[in-house]
């Protein structure tokens, strides 16, 4: 058996499609989405992820606005900030680039931002949401497998699901977005005993640990679906993910590649949750 490997960069483009279509919708009731992006600090990979948000925007037609401060910024004042980037109509969503410099609390800023605008999906209010079935933002990483996992033909109804790692970003709501699906989730992560003798139980395993062959072949059942979030980088530089994809691949039934599978959902759901937050705005 060689897996199918879902492609997330197509999928992306597709959904992509439809945040432009609704996009247009709205500009003609005199709404544009707009996403407020801070970045404090010079941190390469962060330079990066928010240059592609701010990309991601435009292409679909979204108004985003890109801030960016020195690592010397004192919390109060990007708290202030915050605070009126929540009373500016124009922008439905805020996102704040982590991670933050030593001397700020990322918990107290994520917490700054109104969860009608909080489209990271990080705030207390957003998690709760998410645990009780109630209306909010789903993080955009797990929201992005979670239709990564809609669009194969397959049931999560009563399937094993074994989500590696415990992150409040991915693993803890992967597997709360799991359980909404009726699947049975076990969350494996560092203190757990027989990795492998969780992942051999599994129809799907979602890998979010950050490191290099967590999952090998001898770790998958025959016919699972592995959705690979990791982002690491192999011995000559390439990027990779936590799962071993040449020798998985010849195991399960659907596999996300790294580079091009999952990372190209994170940053469209982001577009997404602007959309809904403009939305809701447009119907209140």
Not at 159 to 169: E, F, P, Y
Request: glycine share 8%; hydrophobic share 45%.
């Amino acid at each position: 058996m060689t897996a199918q490997r879902i492609d997330g960069n197509a999928l992306s483009l597709k959904l992509r499609a439809d945040v432009s279509r609704r996009t247009a919708a709205l500009k003609v009731k005199g709404i544009t989405p707009g996403l407020a992006v801070i970045l404090v600090g010079e941190n390469p990979a962060s330079q990066v992820y928010v240059r592609n948000k701010v990309k991601a925007c435009a292409d679909s037609g979204l108004h985003s606005v890109l801030e960016k401060y020195p690592d010397t910024l004192n919390e109060a004042d990007l708290l202030d900030r915050i605070e009126a980037l929540n009373q500016d109509d124009s922008i439905h969503g805020i996102l704040v680039q982590l991670p933050l410099p030593a001397q700020m609390d990322a918990q107290r800023v994520i917490e700054a931002i109104s969860p009608a605008k909080d489209v990271d999906g990080f705030h207390i209010a957003s998690a709760g949401a998410l645990m009780t079935g109630m209306p909010g933002f789903w993080p955009c990483t797990p929201y992005g497998c979670m239709k990564i996992l809609e669009s194969i033909p397959y049931d999560l109804k009563g399937k094993h699901a074994v989500v590696i790692g415990r992150s409040n970003i991915v693993g803890k709501p992967m597997a709360l977005m799991l359980l909404k699906k009726n699947a049975t989730v076990t969350i494996c992560h560092s203190a757990t005993q027989d990795l492998k003798a969780m992942t051999l139980q599994a129809d799907v395993i979602v890998a979010a640990v950050g490191q290099r062959n967590v999952v090998t072949a001898d770790m998958v059942k025959p016919g699972a679906v592995v959705l690979d979030v990791g982002m690491n980088r192999n011995d000559e530089g390439k990027l990779c993910g936590d799962v071993d994809f040449v020798g998985v691949e010849q195991i399960a039934s659907y596999i996300t590649p790294v580079p091009g599978g999952v990372g190209p959902m994170t940053i469209t759901m982001l577009l997404v949750n602007t959309l809904e937050a403009a939305e809701r705005t447009s119907q209140s």
